[in-house]
């Protein structure tokens, strides 16, 4: 498979305002490739940043055949770009296609596109400190058709754009409201795949969240409604006496994150104990009152680390470490991104540099369209 590649002349912005608002500015590229029952994929291309045309009736409109995938580029000190773990972005994308009856995308193709895209784009990826360039491949169904079932045509893209440092105001911990009444996947569900409709579904509880003074849900399963299960859009993490830490063991309705995944190869490592456990929310808030769990924090690509300061059960707020942020939330936020952004060794073979293909833009951009 080849990529056609329409560049513009000259990107259009190689600058943007310093305090970007996630997700609203995009590069000047994007990524796409068609699938038809028939063919299969073809027409992969990268051009311009551009609007699509759907049919009103294509599927992904109507049922929400759609999944996706987040994954960053970190600028090094030496100028230089850094992946980290894409392949494993490119696996959870082709798993989380399978759950929803679409079809498989060539993961070193895919891997591929997307280093080529950011070669391209390259002057977008920042270089202030925390800042990266987030990555968002996408897949939808498009066929136009409302009879219930699997489409059997779908557009796969990719598109990216700057991100600013997560914690403008420094590293501080959120406020979280417990989810009592709503919940956000079930075993068996689609909770442990990224697909679009779970985030719609948690949108009306962040408001509530968010009207109550809180700033982040925690959700919990959906049978009992006692084992705790995520935190926002990022797994979650506890931490007894400074020294062992523990997240819910992925129970089916989890999000495999791959935060999660390296902070649990890492914090061994780095001297810590790690736990997968199955963890009942009333314990852990008795053992939070008790000075037991000395820190909670949640993980994912975003924020890396986000330190949880409150946790509030109906009406009850429980303080962990007098809501200030945590010295193993610290290490862990600053040897991930260490390593993220080529400072510290990277003993997993975690980083993957953007390759020379992308990193030589000369040949590629021939053909200006
Ligand atoms: C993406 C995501 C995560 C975190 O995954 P990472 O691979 O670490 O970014 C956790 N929970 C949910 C619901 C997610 O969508």
């Known amino acids: 498979m080849s990529i056609t590649i329409h560049a513009l002349a000259e990107n259009k912005r190689g600058s943007f305002p310093e305090n970007i608002r996630f997700g609203t500015v995009f590069s000047d590229h994007m990524f796409t490739q068609v699938y038809d029952e028939g063919s299969g994929w073809r027409d992969a291309r990268i051009g311009p940043y551009r609007k699509f045309s759907l049919d009103p009736a294509a599927a992904v409109l109507h049922y929400g055949q759609e999944v996706f995938e987040g994954l960053k580029a970190y600028r090094r000190a030496d100028g ?6 894409p392949d494993q972005n490119m696996r959870r994308f082709n798993d989380s296609a399978t759950r929803m009856m679409m079809p498989q995308v060539d993961e070193a193709f895919h891997l591929e596109s997307l280093n080529t895209l950011v070669g391209l784009d390259q002057a977008w990826v920042p270089d202030q ?10 897949m939808i169904a498009t066929s136009p058709k409302l009879g219930l079932g699997a489409a059997d045509s779908y557009l796969h893209f990719i598109i990216t754009g700057p991100a600013g440092p997560y914690f403008e105001q420094g590293f501080n911990p959120v406020s979280v409201y417990i989810a009592d009444r709503h919940r956000r996947a079930v075993v068996g569900g689609v909770g442990e795949v990224k697909t679009g409709g779970n985030y719609a579904a948690s949108l009306l509880v962040s408001e509530e969240a968010a009207r109550k003074g809180f700033t982040q849900v925690l959700w919990l399963d959906a049978v009992e409604g006692r084992f705790v299960e995520e935190v926002g859009a990022m797994n979650i993490c506890f931490v007894y006496g400074g020294s062992k830490i523990v997240t819910p063991s992925l129970s089916g309705s989890i999000l495999p994150g791959i935060t999660r995944d390296s902070l649990l190869q890492l914090a061994p490592v780095l001297g810590y104990e790690v736990g997968e456990e199955r963890l009942d929310i009333h314990r852990l808030l008795a053992d939070i ?30 303080e962990i470490n007098n809501n200030l942020p945590g010295p193993v939330a610290k290490r862990l ?26 990193d030589c833009p000369a040949p590629l951009r021939s053909q200006t369209g």
């Open 289 to 318: 009152e008790a000075g037991e769990v000395t820190e909670v924090f949640g993980c994912g690509t975003a924020a890396v680390i986000s330190p949880v300061g409150q946790l509030a059960l109906h009406d009850r707020v429980h």
């Open 80 to 85: 230089g770009i850094n992946l980290f773990r």
């Open 333 to 358: 936020f600053d040897e991930l991104t260490g390593i993220q952004y080529g400072l510290r060794d990277d003993p997993f073979g975690w980083v993957t540099p953007l390759s020379s293909v992308a």
């Open 129 to 138: 400190e925390g800042s990266s360039l987030y990555i968002r491949p996408a």
